[in-house]
């Protein structure tokens, strides 16, 4: 299994450009999230699933889109990217939005954007 | 204030050492607990989980929750190299809340 996979890895925009990012999970789980990790703010919840074909905000949803039209994908969409959009993207998953010790939330490896 | 706050360090000490990492938050609410460890330029992944207060060990690693205080650690007893990381804490308030994660504590066990 190759677990949670986001596509690109690195990635450099111009502002006003637009991008799509990827991510896909091949465990079935339920939930899908993304987030930006940037220095000394953590990791924050840009939007999020709980099924295929619904979507949710999270902490910090402007200037970012979603869509999860099938069960293991889930794109974060950028539509006019600015330099305070520079940062880590990290997608993860899990099976449902219960927290215990056999439901884990399960991270991608990241993607890092930055944006002149 | 931030919910959720973590000395970001960097910490640096010797292979074999005890190593505390620590995390104060602001809201009562939160009930669950979780330690996090992410490697350079990897994802995070999930180290330690608690509910409420009390002492949880795995192995090398006991995670302590004191809510009075609203203060949790992470204990990590004969550290070594391979322990060097970036380690987050992260909170919940009901098992199927949002996860409010700390902005890590940078740590560097050194051989």
């Known amino acids: 299994n190759a677990g949670v996979t986001q596509t690109p890895k690195f990635r450099v925009l111009k502002t006003g450009q637009s991008m799509t990012l990827l991510c896909a999970q091949d465990?079935?789980?339920?939930?899908m999230y993304w987030y930006r990790q940037d220095p000394g703010m953590g990791l924050r919840l840009i939007h999020y699933?709980?099924?295929?074909?619904?979507?949710a905000k999270g902490e910090v949803p402007d200037g970012y889109n979603v869509s999860r039209l099938k069960k293991q994908n889930f794109l974060l969409g950028l539509e006019s990217a600015a330099p305070s959009q520079t940062s880590v993207y990290f997608c993860?998953?899990?099976?449902?939005?219960?927290?215990?010790?056999?439901?884990?939330?399960?991270f991608g490896p990241g993607t890092r954007l930055t944006v002149l | 204030q931030k919910e959720v706050e973590q000395d970001p360090g960097p910490l640096s000490v010797p292979e074999g050492a005890i190593v505390s990492l620590n995390c104060t938050y602001s809201n009562s609410a939160f009930q669950y607990f979780m330690w996090y460890r992410q490697y350079s330029r990897k994802g995070p992944e999930l180290l330690m989980y608690?509910?409420?207060?009390g002492n949880k060990e795995d192995g090398r690693f006991t995670a302590q929750v004191d809510k009075s205080s609203k203060y949790i650690s992470l204990f990590i007893r004969d550290s070594q190299p391979s322990d060097s990381a970036t380690y987050l804490c992260a909170m919940m308030k009901t098992s199927y809340d949002k996860v409010i994660f700390g902005p890590g504590t940078s740590l560097s066990v050194i051989p």
């Open positions: 699933s709980v099924g295929e074909g619904t979507t």
């Open positions: 608690t509910y409420s207060s």
């Open positions: 465990m079935n789980h339920e939930y």
């Open positions: 993860a998953s899990s099976y449902s939005g219960q927290v215990s010790s056999y439901n884990e939330q399960f």
